[in-house]
């Protein structure tokens, strides 16, 4: 108000001042007609000045506004593949027209399966500062209501923490059909290059389904609340009904290989707990289950994710969203606000990493405990696997303990297991309430721990894969308690037991049988040569008031060049988010040939896809890309996917295709087969 | 700006406005209940490409139709390339694919803004409905409705969806919601279901019993619109005559006009705008599906019609409370009127439509002999049929006259023949004489209500709910264009207007009662009349209800399109028929709506209509059964 009254004024001001300047002038007039004349064009010229200038200003910038949308507009659509044409030279046919040209058409209908986070969630009934978002996405799209009103939109996208379902008074549900996932941002596909590649070779909506699901709640729940899997088989049958009898080709991605490996058993199951569709069902509706980049034994970056609330990239989340999740938006106390969100979501506890000590390793051993990081950074793609063998020797000088996926401080991470002393924290006292309750608000459940709890937690030192679940249960003791409901991480003895029945052990590949179903197709695909998370170097933080207690130490770094310890975290061959081990691992060995875990037989494939980043930057996110969602994009993946889907067999694709050394690896685990 | 403002100023000029019938049943106690099914009309569904010549590039899975209409003006005639079909099997083209939108979406906004379902899943929504249990049975409306299935199996996914939404929601039956075309469409529907495999769904003779609690048809053309007519015919209707958009050959012909004005006006497409239109839209089968069926007996012929007595100044006074005293009062009135001729759909000059028929000296076109082509045969790029007529052709054609719903047919034939041997092998416009003829065992009677049995299902009920009070266009005066080389050769007369000021004649259309697109005969009769109780068109005696939504326009400019509404589009949003269907969905019966809810003169009008309701064998039973004098003379003649 002040600021117009002062322009105001002065401009009153100044038409005084031009006022005395017209009475000179009039005084001038009969001085002389030519001489007044031209003072009056002075005039003008001044008075043109002030408001005039404003107009043009506005003028300017809307019509260079316009220049530029109608450029923008004229612009070819196809201007970015020039230039990148001719930097790089001509562009490969992307392979759907490549193999449209061979000839190759749509055979068998197809199911999407997507992951966690890349799924798009709407809104269908919310509280009042949700109004005017009905049907609207909360999540995936342009995330515009997160910046608008953070901590509504934190509120409806929480579950509630006592059973994992919906608050009262809220239902967000997952957006269905293609759209649901084929962007997850503008601009950022995730499913769309798919989906165009096999819409050339003649794929249409008819015979391609996104088995959308809420991916924050249990795989369970999705059928008791949105019978998400019952949609799922109803949708197969009817594509294999309206195609001639052709078996589908399911391709889950990332979480969704769980959510599929849940749903095979649920299909199977007799029906108050499952599909009831008989035990041959996958048999008779399933060509080929082509996983991509799978976590089936789980991701160590999800312990982080629930113990603390970050990663080298706060979860996934980050990956997706950069930027987003940052502390700007929600002011204080970010990672609580978070971390009270994610704890709610039930989804997450599914990718603990599985299997405990016999497949992570223990204290002094893991399966990848020859890696060399650095000689996978040199290598070239020729000579990747020659390198690693010559580099053998070396890697095992010093021998990086993967089996430790968190260690309390970096000594602790790099001696030797004799020589540090560890007390058991399972009975220790939590000891009274270090923080104040009202003043943090924010459900993580450390306000339960006292000073002695958090101690007892440090003082334990290292966790490895089987402890981990016990500190988990330690310091979360209410979502594990919500997980233990929903997921199982053990290794199974005996396969026939009847409590195998329950769908808690269906989503773990160790606990369960494949299916009966000898002709199906298995394969792993998934990308390497990435950095990916393996363990971590924690430490306590100072005890501010309402924080989290523990927080990954980013100082701890490896003293050489080669090491894998950047930055408190120990990262292994992989694709940025899923290790080769959890991805490979079952595909390799697990269920090779007849195990116990795969009755029948049915055969499996690994399909590795190493890492080339973009060349530059209009390429975007490269056609040659092995990072866990990008690689949706590689035109490798999407060849053999649409060969498969036109009718090939695995060992019509050449078979396995192996670039890191996940055989060597898995045969150093051993698990009774 | 806060988004309920618009709210705000309205609440300020008009008081408080009413909870939405969602928030309202929900303080009720109303909850979730039936799964619900929408099936959309003509043109409200989006399409998207899914391949397309170079021109498209850059489209894939962009929609064409519906959204923004941005290609509309892009690309103009790579985009008409697109939405046309083949012109010989009214399949997709070579090298093209345009497939409908599936999901909620499909239909939920027509373009930003203009919402079509998106009210009603609004309010649906209150009650706890969601994905689960809501339907969406998007489907291509160009193409005839077995092709939706040969091509896309569109009625395959409907039926596999009613069944698994019914399965895991306890048992409880489906409601379905067609709108307009949809509910043709969903007639073919339940036929195609328990028809055996190879032509139908093989879903046994039970299938609707089982799945179906009821159909709840909105502003259903049962009997077909006569606007469809002046769309083939010259690819106008009164609205195309005054600003030329496309849609005028649909029945949301002011859907079309409202949305993209002037989008296919002559600029656009330069030169033969009509006829471009007129090439797409008739390479469309699904156009075909709302030529008026039933032919003489239903509609009317030279002399008289069901409407005949309709006066539409009696309407425009009354109010809705006194509206039945009012029709009483007035009867006698009315029919001192001059009668009107609507049964003459299309007459040829305005002279003609007023003379009484012994007046009218008529030529019969059918085997006329159509002359060599007058045309310029570098129109032919344009495939219109016309080109292949020639003057005598035409003047044939003027001279028969006047023309009656029974020889419309006849005239499509002769005008167009190529396109009707197309349309012929997918719909049948006729009545039955014989339901249990082995033929009407053929797809093209399902849609059809005058050659199909409803299914066996007397726990089903059968809503007919739309709008009237607006008028409705019914019968067309033409004349001849002046013969510029490449035009169609008809248009609609716009001079000819009724002298006193309450006729229904106006720019060359005559109007009756209806929601504006669908008359009320159309939308009202099967319910009214053809399958109320046990008849031959329905064996298992399922109830039916009409339920009528007089129209009246929003008060102020704010509301939009008004929850009052009473138009054939706009009706979705009435707060009436919302509240209607989502009791239904919720539970309750016909009888619990309050039976049937009737502000025209349907039941006065069908009664007129004379249509063989009972089979032979129980007529005779029923004269023997209560005899009167006159009946027992005619069944004792029978006998003879």
Not at chain 1, 55 to 83: E, K, R
């Amino acid at each position: 108000m002040s600021f117009l009254r002062r322009r105001k004024g002065s401009e009153t001001s100044k038409s005084q001042n031009s006022d005395s300047h017209n009475d000179k002038q009039e005084k001038s007039k009969r001085k002389g007609d030519d001489e007044s004349k031209r003072k009056a064009d002075e005039e003008k010229i001044r008075k043109w000045s002030c408001l005039d200038s404003c107009c043009w200003f506005i003028g300017c910038v809307c019509l260079t506004w316009w220049l530029l949308l109608f450029l923008y507009n004229a612009m070819p659509a196809s201007l970015p593949q020039y230039v990148t044409e001719a930097i790089t030279g001509p562009l490969p046919d992307p392979p759907g027209l490549k193999l449209w040209k061979e000839g190759l058409k749509a055979k068998h209908p197809i199911v999407f399966v997507p992951g966690i986070v890349t799924g798009g969630l709407e809104l269908w009934e919310g509280h009042q500062c949700a109004d005017g978002l009905f049907r609207k996405r909360l999540w995936g799209g342009t995330f515009g209501e997160l910046y608008k009103r953070p901590l509504c939109w934190v509120e409806h996208m929480s579950l509630d923490n006592e059973t994992g379902l919906d608050p009262s008074g809220i239902r967000v549900r997952p957006v269905s059909g293609l759209v649901a996932a084929d962007y997850f941002a503008p601009g950022y596909f995730v499913w769309a290059v798919l989906i165009a590649n096999l819409a050339r070779i003649g794929y249409e909506e008819k015979t391609m389904y996104m088995a959308a699901y809420d991916w924050r709640i249990s795989f369970q729940n999705t059928e008791v609340r949105d019978q998400a899997l019952s949609r799922i088989k109803s949708n197969i049958e009817l594509m294999v009904a309206t195609n001639g009898g052709k078996k589908v080709v399911v391709i889950p991605h990332s979480m969704g290989v769980l959510y599929f490996l849940h749903f095979m058993k649920w299909v199977e199951a007799p029906a108050p707990m499952g599909g009831g569709g008989g035990s041959d069902w996958c048999a008779k509706h399933i060509k080929a289950v082509m996983n991509i980049g799978g976590p089936f034994l789980g991701v160590p970056k999800a312990v982080a994710g629930l113990f603390s609330i970050e990663a080298k990239d706060i979860a996934v989340a980050r990956a997706f969203a950069p930027g987003v999740l940052n502390k700007d938006v929600f002011g204080l106390q970010t990672l609580q606000h978070i971390m009270r969100m994610t704890r709610t979501w039930d989804a997450t506890m599914s990718m603990i990493p599985k299997g405990g000590d016999t497949i992570w390793g223990g204290i002094d051993w893991s399966p990848e405990g020859g890696y060399n990081c650095n000689a996978k950074k040199l290598k070239n793609n020729d000579t990747c696997t020659a390198r690693q063998n010559g580099n053998g020797d070396l890697a095992s000088t010093k021998k990086v303990n993967y089996g430790r996926f968190i260690s309390f401080g970096k000594d602790v991470a790099e001696a030797h297991s004799s020589k540090f002393e560890r007390m058991d924290f399972r009975g220790a006292v939590k000891g009274s309430n270090l923080v104040n309750k009202t003043r943090c608000d924010v459900w993580t459940e450390y306000y339960e721990m006292g000073v002695g709890g958090v101690k007892a937690v440090a003082d334990y030192k290292v966790y490895t894969a089987g402890s981990i679940l016990d500190l988990l249960q330690f310091v979360a003791p209410k979502l594990m308690a919500r997980g233990g409901a929903q997921f199982s991480y053990g290794i199974a003895d005996n396969l026939d037991d009847p409590k195998y029945n329950h769908y808690k052990y269906w989503s773990n590949p160790l606990e369960m049988k494949l299916p009966n179903a000898p002709d199906m197709e298995i394969y792993s695909m998934y990308g390497v040569g990435v950095p990916t998370e393996r363990a971590y170097v924690y430490k306590l933080t100072p005890a501010s008031e309402c924080y989290i207690p523990f927080q990954i130490d980013s100082s701890a770094d490896g003293g050489s060049v080669d090491s894998c310890l950047k930055g408190g975290v120990l990262s292994v061959n992989g694709d940025e988010t899923v290790p080769v081990l959890s991805a490979g691992f079952m595909g390799a060995k697990g269920w090779r040939g007849k195990t116990r875990f795969n009755p029948s037989g049915i055969r499996t494939y690994i399909r590795e896809y190493d890492h080339a980043p973009p060349a530059n930057l209009l390429e975007g996110r490269g056609s040659q890309s092995g990072a866990h969602v990008d690689i949706m994009g590689n035109f490798a993946l999407i060849e053999d996917i649409l060969r498969v889907a036109a009718g090939a067999t695995g060992e019509h694709l050449g078979g396995d295709q192996v670039y890191s050394d996940i055989f060597k690896w898995s045969e150093k685990i051993d698990l009774q087969l | 700006m806060p988004a309920s403002f618009n709210q705000f100023v309205t609440e300020a000029i008009t008081g408080p406005v009413p909870d939405p019938p969602g928030v309202k049943l929900v303080k009720e106690g109303l909850k979730v209940k039936h799964p619900v099914v929408f099936v959309p009309g003509i043109v409200t569904g989006g399409l998207e490409l899914w391949e397309g010549h170079p021109c498209a590039e850059g489209l894939f899975r962009k929609r064409l139709w519906g959204g923004t209409f941005g290609e509309v003006y892009k690309r103009p005639l790579c985009w008409a390339e697109h939405m046309s079909m083949d012109n010989e099997t009214g399949l997709d083209p070579p090298g093209i694919r345009v497939r409908a939108v599936t999901g909620l979406v499909a239909a939920d906004y027509f373009a930003p803004g203009y919402f079509v379902w998106a009210v009603m899943i609004a309010n649906l929504a209150r009650l706890g409905y969601e994905e689960k249990n809501m339907y969406m049975a998007s489907y291509d409306w160009r193409i005839s409705y077995q092709n939706t299935e040969v091509r896309d199996r569109s009625l395959s996914r409907m039926k596999s969806n009613i069944e698994l939404m019914v399965s895991t929601n306890g048992g409880n039956k489906a409601v379905i919601i067609p709108h307009s075309m949809g509910v043709l469409y969903f007639l073919h529907f339940m036929k195609w279901v328990e028809a055996p495999a190879p032509m139908g769904g093989g879903g046994g003779p039970d299938w609707c019993a089982k799945h179906i609690k009821a159909v709840m048809n909105i502003g259903g053309p049962f009997l077909g619109v006569p606007k469809s007519i002046a769309g083939l015919l010259s690819a106008e209707a009164k609205d195309i005559a005054v600003v030329r958009t496309m849609s005028a050959t649909h029945p949301c012909a002011s859907l079309g006009r409202a949305i993209t004005p002037g989008v296919l006006d002559n600029d656009i497409f330069r030169l033969q705008t009509l006829q471009r239109v007129m090439q797409m839209s008739r390479t469309w089968d699904s156009t075909m599906s709302m030529i008026p069926k039933g032919g003489d007996t239903i509609w009317g012929d030279l002399d008289w019609s069901p409407e005949e007595d309709y006066a539409p100044s009696i309407r425009k006074q009354k109010k809705i409370d006194t509206q039945v005293v009012n029709k009483d009062e007035n009867g006698s009135m009315a029919s001192q009127r001059k009668l009107k001729n609507y049964g003459r759909i299309i007459s040829f000059g305005k002279d003609v439509a007023f003379a009484p028929s012994s007046e009218i000296e008529r030529i019969d076109f059918r085997g006329a002999y159509k002359g060599c082509s007058v045309a310029n045969s570098t129109c032919r790029d344009v495939w219109t049929e016309y080109h292949e007529m020639g003057i005598e052709g035409i003047k044939a054609v003027a001279e028969y006259k006047v023309y009656t719903a029974g020889s419309l047919v006849d005239l499509l034939e002769f005008v167009a023949p190529k396109m009707m041997a197309r349309g012929s092998a997918h719909f049948s416009y006729g009545i039955a004489d014989n339901l249990d003829d082995p033929k009407y065992q053929h797809y093209k009677y399902w849609s059809n209500p005058l050659e199909t049995k409803l299914p066996n299902a007397p726990d089903m009920e059968i809503f007919s709910l739309y709008g009237s009070g607006l008028p409705t266009e019914r019968g067309y005066i033409y004349k001849f264009s002046s013969s510029a080389d490449c035009y169609i050769p008809f248009q609609i007369d716009t001079s000819a207007d009724d002298e006193d000021e309450d006729g229904c004649l106006q720019d060359g259309v005559y109007t009756v009662d209806g929601d504006q697109t669908v008359p009320v005969l159309s939308a009202g009769y099967m319910c009214a009349k053809g399958w109320r109780g046990k008849t031959r068109f329905n064996p298992s005696g399922i109830r039916t209800f009409i339920r009528e939504y007089d129209h009246s326009p929003p008060a102020n400019l704010l509301e939009g399109r008004g929850t009052l509404s009473g138009d054939h589009v706009d009706i979705m949003g009435n707060f009436g028929l919302i509240e209607d269907i989502l009791r239904v969905a919720a539970g309750a019966t016909g009888e619990e709506l309050g039976g049937d809810q009737v502000h025209s003169d349907i039941f006065k009008w069908s009664e007129k209509i004379k249509l063989q309701l009972l089979e032979l064998l129980t007529a005779i039973a029923f004269w023997w059964k209560w005899p009167s004098p006159d009946k027992c003379l005619s069944a004792w003649m029978l006998e003879d």
